[in-house]
């Protein structure tokens, strides 16, 4: 059923019209009873003055009511357009027209400054953003320098340590030039991986299987160490569309992150639950745990609290997560150890719902 509008005038006439006439009518059968030769001009005077007040209330209502809403629905258009410096000029009536007038100039107050916050923001995220891009350009430039003699480098540093003889003292020289190499290589890796990402190629695979594996590999780091890492899988969990080679670096990454934050025993488990639309992969460990001043800004790039960290770890984690549709999160208290959540969609279509989850 639709209901017809009726205009604001006729609403407010209607009860003080009917109040009259009701006041008429009875008036009129008073005075009719009393003296009927009467109730003729009763009738009439009692009309003229129901219509005098009518116009008096009319006159009114139009000057205390509808000039203000012309002008807020008049401000209003204008606040739609984006300009926010309009004002209800009726802000200082001392009524509920006047209470209407002050919120809508506190309304565009708050707006006015959320938007300057907003455009403040973006400058700086874009800002951020170009200062990054350029740093990923050069950096992705001096690892294609680097690499070419740095591996040049490695292989004569290999013909050197075949020549050693098994109790040269030069062989643990050998060892440790051997090493820094290989972390130079692995910097050099990251900076190439975080200026130059691959789109993920997205197959319906066996999470459980590609998280296993991550296990696996994070076992042969700590078989030297009294470190626990399990592995607890999602019962019936159906095929999920990923990039099995880019998520087993996630969870590689995050496990041999928590390895290195436990010092003598601890655990470290890897566990996969289904959730709506989306899989929940959790990575806790027994850790030194994460300083909450830190907490906040550890999947920023370049930011590591490690010695010999580059920061782009996490950052590549994140990256990698959100490019499948998902999101990550960390929890942490200093000696409590640490948790990281990833959602993952099921389906590429279901991403939104992992993302906001």
């Not at 008073?30 to 003296?35: F, I, K, M, Q, S």
């Not at 916050?117 to 874009?126: F, G, L, N, P, S």
């Not at 780091?221 to 880019?246: K, M, N």
């Not at 200093?334 to 279901?350: A, E, H, V």
Request: neutral net charge; aromatic residues 4%.
């Amino acid at each position: 059923m639709a209901w017809v509008r009726i205009n604001w005038r006729l609403k407010t006439m209607l009860p003080v019209a009917a109040t009259l006439i009701g006041g008429l009518l009875l008036l009129w059968i008073t005075r009719y009873l009393e003296d009927p030769g009467h109730h003729a001009l009763t009738m009439l005077v009692t009309a003229t003055g129901a219509v005098v007040i009518a116009t008096v209330v009319l006159v009114v209502l139009a000057h205390g009511v509808q000039q203000p809403l012309l002008e807020l629905q008049r401000k209003i258009a204008r606040l739609r357009e984006g300009d926010f410096t309009v004002r209800a000029s009726f802000a200082e009536r001392n009524d509920e027209i006047g209470d209407l007038g002050r919120d809508f100039n506190e309304m565009v107050r708050q707006l006015r400054e959320n938007r300057a916050a907003i455009e403040e923001a973006h400058r700086t995220q874009m800002s951020r953003a170009e200062h990054l891009a350029t740093l990923g350009e050069l950096a992705a430039g001096l690892a294609h320098e680097i690499r070419n003699p740095l591996a040049g480098i490695a292989g004569v540093i290999e013909l050197m340590g075949q020549d050693l003889p098994a109790e040269s003292p030069t062989r643990e020289v050998w060892k440790d030039v051997r090493q820094e190499i290989r972390q130079i290589q692995r910097i050099l890796n990251e900076l190439l991986d975080y200026a130059r990402p691959k789109p993920p190629h997205f197959i319906p695979a066996d999470l459980n299987a590609t998280a296993e594996h991550a296990a696996s590999l994070a076992r042969q780091q700590v078989l030297s160490r009294p470190i626990q890492i399990s592995f607890v899988p999602a019962p019936g969990l159906p095929p999920v569309e990923h990039d099995a080679a880019q998520i087993q670096q996630v969870l590689l990454n995050l496990l041999l992150n928590a390895i290195q934050s436990i010092e003598g025993e601890g655990s470290v488990e890897l566990s996969l639950r289904t959730g709506e639309d989306c899989v929940i992969v959790r990575v806790s460990d027994t850790g030194r745990g994460i300083d909450p001043k830190h907490l906040g800004s550890i999947f920023r790039p370049f930011f590591t609290t490690k010695g010999q960290g580059t920061g782009l770890g996490l950052s590549l984690v994140q990256r990698i997560v959100e490019a499948h549709g998902g999101r990550i999160e960390a929890t942490s208290a200093p000696g409590q150890g640490s948790q990281f959540t990833i959602r993952l969609p099921l389906r590429k279509d279901s991403a939104n719902a992992a993302g906001s989850g």
